[in-house]
C-alpha cells in the first residue's frame, strides 16, 4: 500500500501569540537574569531589561509594535500586584509614630519638583517639559525596590523606610501630576474645563474604584477563612478585575491600586486577609515587566536629551538627599543610613511610565515633549538604578550579604 504526504502549506504566515511570546520572554529573561547574577552587586533585574533591550527597538526590534502592547498586558499585572505589595507597607499607626518620614517624603518631593524643573529652565527646557520633568522626579520606582527588597530577603530599618517612602512618593507623584497637566497642558482642541474635569474624574474615579475594590474583597476573605492558598487566589482575582475595571474606566491603574492596598492593610482591623508571599507567580510578571521596559529603550533618545537627563538626575538625587539629611538626626537615623537610603531611591522611570500612559490619551501633545526626556532616564536609571538599590540594602546589613 502506498502512503503519500498530504500536501502541507500554512495558509497565513506565523505569527506571534500570548502563550508564544509569554513562554519565549519568560526563557530569555530567565537566561540573562541568570548570567548578570554572576556578579553579586548586579540584580538580576538587569539581565531582564539588558534582554529586553535586546529584543526590542533598540535591537532586533523582535518586541515592538502589537507585539510589545501584548506584553504591555502582562507588564500592567506584574506592576499591579509590585504596588499591592508595596502598599501594605504603609501602615498609617507607624507613619504617626515616625511623623519625620512623613516630612522627609514631603521635603524630598517638593525639593525634586524645584531642582528638577529650575534646573532643567536654565538648561533652556520648555517650562511645561521642566515642570512635567519635575514631578517625574519625585516618584521611585516601585517594582525596582520591592524585586530587589524580595530577592534580597531585606528587613530593617532602611528597608522599611525605603520601602514606605516609595510608596508615599509615587502616591505624591501621581496627585501633583494630574493637578499640573491641566494648567500645563498645551491641548489646543480641549477645554480647560475639560481638562479639570478629567483630573477630577481620574483622582476620584480611582479613590471610588479602589474602596469598590476592597469593599469585594473584604467578606471574600473573611469568607475564606486565612488559609494561604485559597487568599492567595481570591487577591490575584480581585487585583485582576482591578486593573480591567481601571482600563475599561480609563483610570490610573498605579493609584488605584496603591489607595487600594493602603486600605486592605489599615482598614482591616479584624486581619482578615493574611500577609501573602507572592513567590513563583509573582516571579513570572517580574519577567515580563522588566523585559517589556528593556524593550522600550532607544539609545538615540539619550543623544536627543542627554544633558537634561544628567542634569535631571543630578538635581533629583541632590533634592533627595537634602531631603532625607534634613531629618535624619530627628528620626535618629546615623548619617550612614541616611547615605543609602538616598542611595535606594536612585531608580525612577517606570513609575514616570505608568503616569505617561494614563494620561497620554487625553494630552497626546504635552505627553510627547516628555517621552524623549523620560526616555533618556529610562535608559540610564532603569539600568543603574537596581544595581544601586541593591548595593544600598547590601551595604545597610539588612540583607545579610554585607
Given amino acids: 500500500m502506498d502512503w503519500t504526504l498530504p500536501p502541507f502549506a500554512l495558509a497565513q504566515p506565523i505569527q506571534w501569540n500570548a502563550l508564544l511570546l509569554f513562554g519565549s520572554l519568560l526563557l530569555f529573561g530567565l537566561v540573562g537574569g541568570h548570567i548578570v547574577t554572576k556578579n553579586p552587586w548586579f540584580p538580576r533585574i538587569t539581565g ?7 529584543l526590542g527597538v533598540g535591537g532586533l526590534d523582535l518586541l515592538s509594535g502589537d507585539v510589545l502592547k501584548l506584553a504591555n498586558i502582562f507588564a500592567d499585572m506584574a506592576m499591579a500586584l509590585v504596588v499591592y505589595q508595596l502598599g501594605r507597607y504603609v501602615d498609617i499607626g507607624w507613619l504617626r509614630r515616625e511623623k519625620w518620614l512623613l516630612a522627609t517624603v514631603i521635603l524630598s518631593a517638593v525639593l525634586c519638583f524645584t531642582f528638577v524643573s529650575g534646573a532643567l529652565i536654565w538648561l533652556g527646557t520648555s517650562r511645561v517639559l521642566a515642570l512635567l520633568g519635575g514631578v517625574l522626579a519625585i516618584a521611585t520606582a516601585p517594582a525596582v525596590v520591592m524585586v530587589v527588597v524580595r530577592d534580597l530577603k531585606a528587613e530593617g530599618q532602611v528597608t522599611r523606610r525605603l520601602a514606605a517612602m516609595t510608596a508615599l512618593n509615587n502616591f505624591v507623584a501621581i496627585l501633583a501630576a494630574y493637578a499640573l497637566l491641566p494648567v500645563v497642558a498645551h491641548e489646543s482642541a480641549t477645554p480647560f474645563s475639560t481638562l479639570v474635569a478629567h483630573t477630577l474624574y481620574s483622582l476620584c474615579g480611582s479613590l471610588v474604584l479602589a474602596y ?11 469568607l475564606l477563612g486565612r488559609q494561604p492558598s485559597r487568599q492567595f487566589v481570591l487577591v490575584i482575582a480581585v487585583i485582576t478585575l ?21 486600605m486592605s492593610k489599615n482598614l482591616d482591623h479584624q486581619y482578615d486577609l493574611m ?19 528593556g524593550a522600550s529603550i532607544r539609545l538615540s533618545d539619550l543623544s536627543m536629551v542627554g544633558a537634561s537627563v544628567a542634569v535631571l538626575i543630578a538635581a533629583r538625587f541632590l533634592a533627595m538627599a537634602c531631603g532625607v539629611f534634613s531629618f535624619a538626626h530627628f528620626a535618629k537615623m546615623k548619617w ?16 514616570g511610565l505608568g503616569l505617561i500612559q494614563t494620561t497620554a490619551y487625553l494630552y497626546p501633545n504635552t505627553t510627547a515633549d516628555i517621552l524623549p526626556l523620560l526616555a533618556g532616564c529610562l535608559i540610564v536609571l532603569e539600568l543603574l538604578g537596581p544595581i544601586a538599590t541593591q548595593f544600598a540594602l547590601i551595604k545597610s546589613g539588612e540583607s545579610g550579604r554585607e
Fill in 48 to 54: 531582564y531589561l539588558i534582554v529586553g533591550f535586546i
Fill in 212 to 222: 469598590l475594590t476592597y469593599r469585594l474583597m473584604m467578606p471574600l476573605a473573611r
Fill in 336 to 351: 550612614k543610613q541616611a547615605a543609602l537610603i538616598t542611595l535606594g531611591t536612585l531608580p525612577m522611570t517606570e513609575a
Fill in 242 to 262: 482591578a486593573i480591567g475595571a481601571a482600563h475599561a474606566l480609563q483610570l490610573p491603574i498605579l493609584l488605584t491600586m496603591l489607595i487600594f492596598a493602603i
Fill in 275 to 293: 500577609e501573602l508571599e507572592f513567590g513563583v507567580a509573582n516571579e513570572l510578571f517580574i519577567v515580563m515587566l522588566f523585559v517589556t521596559i
